[in-house]
């Protein structure tokens, strides 16, 4: 029976898949968890009592009741909160009544650039307004260049002739609108 013998060159590359595996599967990272229906904030009360990581980003909007006018907190992406976890830790998410999954391609989470998590969290709690919006996919491409949304890419529009950046995340098929300054963007090229 012959040998079978691996030089190191051709072991080196299949080390460093199991070392990006491993490093994956045990560092935190941001994944987009897909909800129930209106199941968002039971679901960020659940992780806080587990103390998972989670960003539920909110706004406030005035709704026409019965009773009256009410200021109520909807969350900017309607069914979806991100959660910061290594994946080991994914069934404990998965395990929250609501949660549906975790968003991803084939069976596998798909992790969230964190500077784009940390850009939002810090925008929101600097009060930028910020509302949903439906998904684009076509439209002028830009990057917020000044402000605390800096570096933040989006498409641009205008509503009653004021500059806004609609930011899509694009593994869940979401966006948001924000608005600008016309100074503080310009064309991604």
């Not at 929250?96 to 964190?114: D, I, K, T």
């Not at 917020?144 to 800096?150: E, F």
């Amino acid at each position: 029976m012959p040998e079978l013998n691996f030089s190191n060159s051709e072991a080196a590359p299949v080390q460093g898949v199991e070392d990006a595996l491993t490093a994956a599967f045990l560092q935190p990272q941001w994944y987009a968890t897909y909800t129930r229906s209106r199941h968002e904030k039971r679901i960020a009360e659940q992780l806080s009592g587990k103390h998972i990581e989670y960003f539920l980003p909110l706004y406030e909007t005035v709704r026409q009741w019965k009773n009256g006018k009410a200021r109520v907190e909807f969350p900017l992406f309607p069914g979806y909160i991100f959660v910061r976890i290594p994946l080991k830790q994914r069934l404990q998410v998965l395990e929250v009544p609501g949660v549906v999954r975790l968003v991803g391609f084939n069976g596998m989470p798909a992790p969230l650039p964190q500077s784009d998590i940390e850009i939002m969290r810090d925008a929101l709690r600097k009060g930028i307004e910020a509302e949903p919006h439906p998904y684009l996919k076509v439209g002028a491409r830009v990057r917020i260049k000044s402000g605390p949304l800096q570096g933040l890419e989006g498409v641009l529009l205008r509503k009653k002739g004021k500059p806004r950046v609609v930011v899509s995340v694009d593994l869940i098929m979401r966006s948001i609108a924000l608005d600008v300054e016309s100074q503080e963007v310009e064309p991604v090229r």
